[in-house]
Structures are given as structure tokens and as C-alpha cells.
């Protein structure tokens, strides 16, 4: 069993950063995949990056290639998300998610077992 919990989000401008933090209960953490997802208003959910549980693979979605940055600290039980030059479109709330995957499908919440409370992020124009 793993709990998370979001931290981190709020109002920025566009241009500004956010990191957004991720902590997990459960001694297993360090063996589980965490991917960050998010979902607009009116909008699908979407995936945004994900890091394997050593930390050894990383994927990104194209929107936020070379913008954001996933790591992850298992001595802490948290995965970060660091979010620069935010754009308006970056607006929604941002969830994480563990899960033990054995496809490769990083970026598929199908792969994912356990879900945070998420956490809002806006960027204003």
C-alpha cells in the first residue's frame, strides 16, 4: 500500500517556476514507478512525466519537454516535479501516481495503482 500526498502548487505568472513535491507512505515506495498527470477543466487528463523507481528511466510528454524535470529522493520517499518557464496552458491540477510497472508504458495512468489528492497549479498570463 502507498499513500500520496501533492504539495506545492498555487498562482504564478507565465515565465515563473513552481516545484511541485510528492510524498509517499509504504516501504515499498522505493520499487514503485511515480508519474505526475494533470487535468484542465473540460479537458482529459493528461500525462505529464514519470521516473522509474531507481530513478534510472525518465519520460516526458512533448508540451513539457526541457521545461519540467522529474527526480525523485527515495531516502525521502519523494518525487519532485520541477516546473520552469510555466505557461498558461500549464494550468490544471496536478496529480501523482505510483504503481509497479513491468510494460514500459511510463506516461499510461492505466499503469498506475495509486493516486495523490492532487494539487492546483495556475499560471496567469
Known amino acids: 500500500q502507498v499513500q500520496l500526498v501533492e504539495s506545492g502548487g498555487g498562482l504564478v505568472q507565465a515565465g515563473n517556476s513552481l516545484r511541485l513535491s510528492c510524498a509517499a507512505s509504504?516501504?515499498?515506495?522505493?520499487?514503485?514507478?511515480v508519474g505526475w498527470f494533470r487535468q484542465a477543466p473540460g479537458k482529459e487528463r493528461e500525462s505529464v512525466a514519470a521516473?522509474?523507481?531507481?530513478?534510472?528511466?525518465?519520460d516526458y510528454t512533448d508540451s513539457v519537454q526541457g521545461r519540467f524535470t522529474i527526480s525523485r529522493d527515495n531516502a525521502k520517499n519523494t518525487v519532485f516535479l520541477q516546473m520552469d518557464s510555466l505557461k498558461p496552458e500549464d494550468t490544471a491540477v496536478y496529480y501523482c501516481?505510483?504503481?509497479?510497472?513491468?510494460?514500459?508504458?511510463?506516461?499510461?495512468?492505466?499503469?498506475?495503482?495509486?493516486w495523490g489528492q492532487g494539487t492546483q497549479v495556475t499560471v496567469s498570463s
Open positions: 501516481a505510483a504503481g509497479l510497472i513491468r510494460s514500459g508504458r511510463w506516461l499510461d495512468p492505466l499503469e498506475y495503482k495509486y
Open positions: 509504504g516501504r515499498t515506495f522505493s520499487v514503485h514507478a
Open positions: 521516473i522509474s523507481g531507481s530513478g534510472g528511466t525518465i
